[in-house]
């Protein structure tokens, strides 16, 4: 694999009908190195720092080969940085990670630690208002990561994959018990055991809370 796309957001309006947001979710490429600190990309816009950016969610990586797929589905070619993606990387298919999985990446080491759930920005960037439900039901949500090392990257560096050996569960799998409404305690225990990111983490752990009040 080898790191095709460096691709950061730059702080924009969005507008949709009477409403606007602030957000960095339109990222262009850019020419490297580039430094990625534990709290990402410092020249990366975060828009929603309560949902994106912070420690466990740093840096956001999507794969060509998920890409080629909505190439398809589209019927139109997608621009590397499309999907707010800070890294693009060759031959990667976000469904076959783990959690807990590491990615060296030139001088960086990253560990996954969520897949994306898509947004309503999401879906105005896309111009799509159905966008979020065609997101889930593709099952390809790129992968949110926590920086283990960090330092420079640039495009055509090698990438890496290192197979997280501890307890942990796919990236799929979490994706897809993020929409179970009512989680059962086997699988909420099973989200927790893994090295997943600090947000899912607090929510899950309320909702086991309450589950066994």
């Known amino acids: ?106 001088e960086v080491t990253l560990q996954v630690t969520a897949p994306r759930i898509p947004c309503g920005t999401f879906a105005r960037r896309m111009e799509d208002p159905k966008f979020v439900k065609h997101f889930r039901a593709a099952e390809r949500p790129g992968l949110y990561c926590r920086v283990i090392k960090e330092g420079t990257v640039n495009t055509g560096d090698e990438v890496r994959v290192e197979t997280y050996t501890g307890e942990t569960i796919s990236v799929t799998q979490m994706y897809r018990d993020y929409y179970e409404k009512n989680k059962s305690e086997e699988t909420l225990r099973r989200n927790l055991a893994a090295p997943i990111a600090v947000r899912a983490r607090v929510d899950l752990e309320e909702e086991l809370s309450k589950l066994l009040k």
Do not use: C
């Open 1 to 106: 694999m080898q790191l095709t796309s460096i691709n950061i957001g730059q702080k924009q309006t969005l507008q949709s009908g009477d409403k606007s947001e602030i957000t960095g979710i339109f990222k262009q490429p850019i020419s490297g190195p580039i430094q990625i600190t534990t709290l990402g990309i410092a020249e990366d816009f975060i828009g929603s720092p309560k949902h994106h950016g912070g420690p466990d969610q740093a840096v956001y990586v999507y794969g060509a080969k998920d890409y080629e797929w909505w190439a398809i589905e589209l019927g139109r070619e997608v621009d590397a940085g499309t999907f707010g993606e800070n890294l693009t990387i060759s031959e990667l298919e976000s469904a076959k990670f783990n959690i807990g999985d590491f990615l060296h990446v030139g």
